[in-house]
């Protein structure tokens, strides 16, 4: 219980919050696209940068098969997100495996929060389980599409699918920065920490105020997120998730931190790299479906109950 209030009652949590609030509320706060795209890759590069600085000090082998079981992870659970779908929702074949690949890719920024909140508690990870995450985000698209399979328009060239899986910005950014966080090592990086490292915390604060802005005007346009069976699945799939998390973690000897993170990675959902390669393999599915949900309900899901909750799952089990 300590856990999920001061979870709740962190500034990032809070700003959330409060961009929610405020959209559902119709209080007229407006931030740029252009600003909130630089936010966004601030984010990417700096927590790619203290990936690799740790890569550099730790090593790669304490990953190596954290990396493998991702992989593994991303590319299944949109199965058994799929199975879910069609069962607890109307969504037809092909908007359920457009949705399906979201859940098994991954969300960068509940992956930040978690590391956030594992730091402030004191439990020590391998930073370099940033890689695992960027390691995560294709897999799953390529199930999703076999899931979805052909609809009525002309399919999309496979060479502009795998471009934007492969080089996808959020991709190429997180993993370029790790790379050079490798390389220059911690030395290096102490170059450039007061401004990638030590504003983190107050950074990730107005991006995810403007998350909660997106949340809620995405909540107020598409009412079919807020059916049973969609609110249902949002909540539901996370706990999934998070539990083939764990078993993945259990079976490879991951040490706490690390199966909290492979935990989060498994239940969040991804609302920035697999949209855009869906927007052009599918383009006749309604783009407003699949990144209400994601955004809308198992985002915030993860970040008031969920992180906290695996916490104390992954503690029980350890």
């Known amino acids: 219980m ?13 700003f959330f919050l409060l961009g929610l609030a405020g959209a559902l509320a119709r209080v007229s706060i407006r931030i ?10 601030y984010l990417l590069i700096a927590i790619g940068l203290k990936g690799g600085v740790a890569i550099a000090n730790e090593g790669i082998g304490n990953i190596a098969m954290a990396a493998l079981a991702g992989i593994f992870l991303s590319a299944a659970m949109p ?16 908007e359920a495996g457009a949705l399906a690949a979201h859940y098994g890719s991954i969300s960068i920024v509940t992956f930040i929060a978690a590391s956030a909140l594992l730091t402030d508690t004191a439990i020590a990870f391998a930073a370099g389980m940033v890689a695992v995450a960027a390691l995560m985000e294709a897999p799953a698209i390529a199930t999703g599409l076999a899931l979805a399979g052909r609809g009525g328009e002309k399919p999309a060239e496979v060479s502009e699918i795998l471009k934007v899986v492969v080089w996808n910005e959020s991709i190429y950014l997180i993993l370029g920065a790790l790379v050079i966080g490798w390389l220059v090592g911690q030395s290096g ?7 990638f490292f030590d504003p983190l915390q107050g950074v990730l604060c107005l991006f995810l105020l403007d998350m909660g802005l997106k ?19 949002g909540c539901l799939m996370p706990l999934c998730g998070a539990s083939f998390g764990l078993g993945a973690a259990t079976m490879i000897g991951l040490g706490l931190g690390d199966t909290v993170l492979m935990m989060t990675l498994a239940a969040s959902a991804s609302y920035i790299a697999v949209p855009a390669a869906m927007r052009i393999a599918m383009p006749d ?5 699949y990144v209400a949900l994601p955004l809308g309900l198992t985002f915030p899901f993860n970040l008031l109950v969920g992180i906290p909750l695996y916490i104390v799952v992954a503690q029980h089990f350890l």
Do not use: I
């Not at 199965?79 to 092909?94: C, V």
């Not at 990086?189 to 401004?195: L, S, Y």
């Not at 599915?285 to 479906?289: D, F, G, H």
């Open 2 to 14: 300590d856990l999920a209030v001061s979870t709740l009652l962190s500034p990032p949590v809070l």
């Open 32 to 41: 740029s696209d252009n600003f909130s795209k630089s936010v966004a890759l």
């Open 79 to 94: 199965l058994w997100a799929y199975f879910l779908l069609r069962r607890l929702t109307r969504f037809e074949r092909r």
């Open 189 to 195: 990086a102490e170059v450039v920490a007061p401004f």
């Open 215 to 233: 949340t809620g005007d995405g909540l107020l346009r598409d009412r079919r997120v807020l059916s049973p069976g969609a609110l249902a699945f």
């Open 285 to 289: 599915v309604n783009p407003a479906l």
